[in-house]
């Protein structure tokens, strides 16, 4: 089965900046999009960005031009570089590979 883990969350100050990490490892045939979804307390978890395997990428508006995501295909590892942070980003980021898994979460907080 396929593992997603998630590393570099942290408290910062708004204007902060964070860089997270999503390490896939497993039987990871098959996987081409990878997405980072964010959740924060009281909401709906919803999606980020996502990059595919050829290395496209979305964004919501919410993070367009402060969020950048890229990967590291030889390292199995997928980055979401978080520049001016705002309170309102505050959240768990996950990292998700559609249809088959699901990281665990990592805790972004910004403090105003």
Not at 16 to 31: A, K, M, P, Q
Not at 59 to 87: C, E, H
Request: net charge positive.
């Amino acid at each position: 089965q396929v593992q997603l883990v998630e590393s570099g969350g942290g408290l910062v100050q708004a204007g902060g900046s964070l860089r997270l990490s999503c390490t896939v490892s497993g039987n990871i045939f098959g996987i081409s999009v990878i997405e980072w979804h964010r959740q924060a307390p009281g909401k709906k978890r919803e999606l980020v960005a996502d990059i595919s395997d050829a290395g496209r990428t979305s964004y919501i508006d919410a993070v367009k031009g402060r969020f950048i995501i890229t990967r590291n295909n030889a390292r199995n590892t997928v980055s979401l570089q978080m520049n001016d942070l705002k309170p309102e980003d505050t959240a768990t980021y996950y990292c998700h590979a559609p249809r088959i898994a699901w990281g665990r979460g990592t805790q972004v907080s910004v403090s105003s």
